[in-house]
């Protein structure tokens, strides 16, 4: 008898063991393991999100440095008056300047094209290409036509230069 009580005993021992097993897995380690799974999940999306947000900051900070290369307005006489500086600090007397025709471009832009006829001479058109190459707002030299001055002018380097001149401003 004493035996067979053992042997319940220990199979009540190894039933509560296992009992046991059962309820702390379903109880603690699936639960745990679900709350580790969904941590995983949160912190992996946090880290989507900052690289996002890194990414966003990088393409923020792009753009603004390209607002300041585009004319404020589409006033052409702000235009006109800066090409007018850069003509008189290069020597170069502006005969003529000609507004053209606004022109919408895609995603939100205008081209603001001029046509310019000045005289100069031959070193002084270098330093007014070079001026209009560096200057802190974006203009592109469309077209260029130098002509050497009629025979009989007082300087033998004397040029008559056309040019068509853009400048690019938001439509907005």
Known sequence: ??????????????????????????????????QLTNLRAKQDSEQRKAEALSQVAQLESRVAGYRGVLLERR????????????????????????????????????????QIELKCRYHHIGRFVSRIESSPVFIKIESLRIQKQSEGTEEEDSLSISMILNGFSRAS
């Open 1 to 34: 008898m004493a035996g067979a009580w053992k042997a319940q005993m220990a199979s009540a021992a190894i039933g509560l063991f296992v009992l046991g097993l059962l309820i702390g897995k379903n109880a603690v380690v699936e639960p745990a393991r679900y």
């Open 75 to 114: 006033d052409v006489s702000a235009f006109i008056e800066s090409i007018n500086r850069m003509a008189d600090e290069s020597g170069v007397s502006l005969a003529s300047v000609t507004p053209m025709s606004l022109e919408k471009l895609e995603r939100g832009y205008i081209k603001i094209p001029i």
